[in-house]
């Protein structure tokens, strides 16, 4: 399995563009993740899919962030329009749904740096 | 709420000692507890959990980790630390009847001393 896949893998765009970072979870793997990483807010969890549907949106920091699930194997992180403080690491993971109550592992792709000038 | 402390940015250890990474939690229920590690440029990689059973849970590349439920705690341990395993620690937290969601500590980088 290649595991889950990001891209672009580094991103480099001006204030005020748009920019649409990709997500393929692990194939069976029926919740997705988006993630953001920085030194000063470390790791926070922005959204959660369950069967492509978003279940938690409480951690989008605003309305310039948006994220899709059209189907199972592929999910979009959107930022329109980006600015400076957005610059991060984002990551997307993906998991399987408990069973019996048993917590199923993260994993985790490999991020999209995002630097925003 | 559920949180996870993990009250140590920066660990430092000699190559051939026994680390330990700390982590103490909080949930209203059972807790599901991960160790993720995070290399240079990478994504965060899965080292063990603990769901229920036995306290002393062991996980990827020697490490091990020890469920303490009385202290709240879940310490990442490793008998002898090797250079390779300088890296950010991440510890996690799911509380059973909870949502399907983690909720991960601050991390705690790593550096094994040659």
């Known amino acids: 399995d290649a595991g889950v896949i990001q891209s672009p893998r580094h991103e480099v765009t001006e204030m005020g563009q748009e920019v649409t970072l990709r997500c393929k979870p692990i194939?069976?793997?029926?919740?997705l993740f988006w993630y953001r990483q920085t030194m000063m807010r470390g790791l926070e969890l922005l959204i959660y899919?369950?069967?492509?549907?978003?279940?938690?949106d409480s951690g989008m920091p605003e309305d310039r962030f948006s994220a899709k699930m059209p189907n199972a194997s592929f999910s979009t992180l959107k930022i329109q329009p980006s600015e400076p403080r957005d610059s991060a690491v984002y990551f997307c993971?993906?998991?399987?749904?408990?069973?019996?109550?048993?917590?199923?592992?993260?994993?985790f792709g490999p991020g999209t740096r995002l630097t925003v000038l | 709420a559920q949180s996870v402390a993990q009250p140590e940015d920066q660990v430092n250890v000699a190559e051939g000692n026994p680390l330990t990474v700390k982590c103490t939690y909080s949930?209203?229920?059972?807790?599901?507890l991960f160790w993720y590690v995070q290399y240079p440029n990478r994504g965060l990689q899965f080292l063990l959990k603990?769901?229920?059973?036995?306290?002393l849970v062991k996980g990827s590349y020697g490490f091990e980790a020890e469920f303490n439920k009385s202290q709240t705690s879940f310490h990442l341990k490793k008998p002898s630390a090797l250079v390779s395993d300088s890296a950010l620690y991440f510890c996690?937290?799911?509380?059973?009847?909870?949502?399907?969601?983690?909720?991960f500590g601050t991390g705690t980088r790593l550096t094994v001393i040659p």
């Open positions: 603990y769901i229920t059973g036995d306290n």
């Open positions: 993971a993906s998991s399987i749904s408990p069973l019996a109550g048993v917590s199923n592992e993260q994993f």
């Open positions: 949930v209203s229920g059972n807790p599901y």
């Open positions: 899919f369950n069967n492509n549907v978003p279940i938690d």
């Open positions: 194939s069976g793997h029926d919740y």
């Open positions: 996690a937290v799911r509380d059973f009847g909870g949502a399907n969601n983690l909720f």
